[in-house]
């Protein structure tokens, strides 16, 4: 079924078990550090480099100790034998864990960039093939003048781009480690062994550090998140509204079999673009949590632990989840031109007002005697249904200026689409594919 989550990777990352496959590679590496200025000889290091844990007994030390760190180096440990009294060698809890925690950061970040590129191919592969399709723009709801599809979807391409940089540049930020003791001080661990072991680890040594990496990093994290996932609720929200019965210019696929409500058998809703639009909302709220974790007291509390455990997760599988299921409606989107044609025309032309005011200004009338005019015919189109056209050709002030046929020019969409190539050069894109018409 299209609602199926088809990338698990992002679930897989924040299994316990890669939890602690990460902190043993921090661990190892920190070893590989104090290994580096001599302090572990080489033989231990050796036996080190084969560590391993048990899940089972990491969760039977748990029930002991009520710790998770103590009871994972007891595992470690004990599978070691001598060389084991220096897994830990210096560190405190947090130099691993959070360590660990931009190693989950940096994979969550590289798989939704992933997803995100997807996003942008399946936007931008829709918006070449209609990018000359007429649609009317609406401004507050309502019909304003003519515009294209595809030209619509040039500026979500734009946006999804923004995103992307906008994890990019979170990944920069949160890709940085430290292995600096208690509070931050390097007393019992020298910067020389941090220094390795994030090199090791394809990271960059924190500046400066308490006894945790700064929560500003984590909280840039959940808002990059989160403003991509209010462009989805934005680009969803757009989908909803064009299938609604009166419009349904797009519909989001329905397959054979799938039924839209259980007792009106002939529904067809966007429940997948409303579906994006809900979890979008989930992602926001984690924003205030990650923003209220920055302010710790003094070089450490543990008050934003509890609450990494769940926004953290939460909202890297949410949004991962998101971008595969609105590419996938994208890459599968009923497009109906016709209908958007029909809707292009239901206000007998009034989309074209500002045309026609342009044109009496240029035969010299002034703006406000031609606005006057413009809108006298407009309001009594939009009251009595009838053509706007005819009405202006019926007026003698516009026929002293413009011809029928001149009139006629100035209700032709194709005149809104001229530049409709504009926003694709803008983005670099190539236009060698043929645009409907």
């Known amino acids: 079924m299209i609602e199926r989550y088809t990338r698990p990777a992002m679930g897989q990352l924040w299994t316990e078990q890669h939890k602690l496959d990460l902190w043993l590679k921090v661990e190892i590496a920190a070893c590989e550090g104090w290994a580096a200025i001599g ?8 036996v080190i480099r084969t560590a391993r844990y048990d899940l089972a007994e990491v969760a039977q030390y748990f029930r002991e100790t009520h710790h998770d760190m103590t009871a994972f180096l007891r595992s470690v440990q004990q599978h070691l034998g001598p060389p084991g009294r220096w897994i830990h060698y210096g560190l405190t809890s947090s130099d691993v ?15 939704l960039l992933q997803g995100a590129e997807r996003l942008e191919q399946a936007i931008t592969r829709l918006a070449l093939a209609h990018r000359r399709t007429p649609q009317v723009g609406r401004t507050h709801g309502v019909h304003a003048e003519p515009t294209s599809f595809g030209m619509k979807l040039a ?41 390795y072991a994030c090199a090791a680890l394809g990271l960059a040594p924190a500046a400066a550090t308490t006894q945790v990496l700064q929560r500003d990093r984590h909280a840039e994290y959940v808002m990059a998140l989160a403003l991509l996932a209010a462009s989805l609720e934005k680009f969803a929200t757009e989908l909803r509204a064009l299938q609604r019965t009166e419009l349904l210019e797009v519909e ?13 058998p002939h529904k067809r809703n966007p429940e997948l673009s409303e579906r994006i639009t809900g979890l979008a909302r989930v992602i926001r709220g984690h924003v205030v949590t990650a923003l209220e974790n920055v302010a710790l007291w003094h070089e450490r509390d543990i008050s934003h632990s509890s609450t990494e455990r769940i926004i953290l997760p939460d909202s890297s599988i949410l949004l991962d989840y998101m971008l595969d299921l609105l590419a996938t409606i994208l890459e599968r989107l009923q497009v109906y031109p016709e209908r958007m044609a029909e809707n292009l025309d239901r206000t007998r032309g009034l ?9 009496l200004v240029e035969r010299g009338l002034s703006r406000q005697a031609a606005y006057a005019i413009v809108q006298r015919h407009a309001m009594r189109a939009w009251k009595t249904r009838e053509d706007y056209r005819t009405l202006l050709e019926a007026d003698p002030e516009v026929r002293a200026v413009l011809s029928p046929a001149e009139l006629a020019a100035l209700f032709d969409p194709q005149y809104y689409l ?20």
Request: aromatic share 4%.
């Open 155 to 195: 500026v979500w391409i734009d946006e999804v781009r923004r995103g992307q940089a906008r994890l990019r540049a979170a990944r920069e930020r949160i890709a940085v480690g430290k292995l600096s003791g208690a509070v931050g001080t390097h007393a019992l661990v020298p910067p020389e062994v941090e220094e």
């Open 97 to 111: 864990i959070d360590t660990a925690l931009s190693l989950q950061l940096v994979e969550a970040l590289d798989l």
């Open 39 to 46: 302090v572990i000889p080489p033989e231990d290091l050796a």
């Open 351 to 359: 989309v074209y007002s500002q045309r026609v005011l342009l044109a």
């Open 252 to 264: 989001e696929p329905f397959e054979e079999g799938q039924t839209g409500s259980s007792s009106m």
């Open 418 to 437: 001229r530049y409709a190539d504009v926003p694709f050069r803008r983005l670099g894109i190539a236009l060698d594919e043929p645009a409907a018409v």
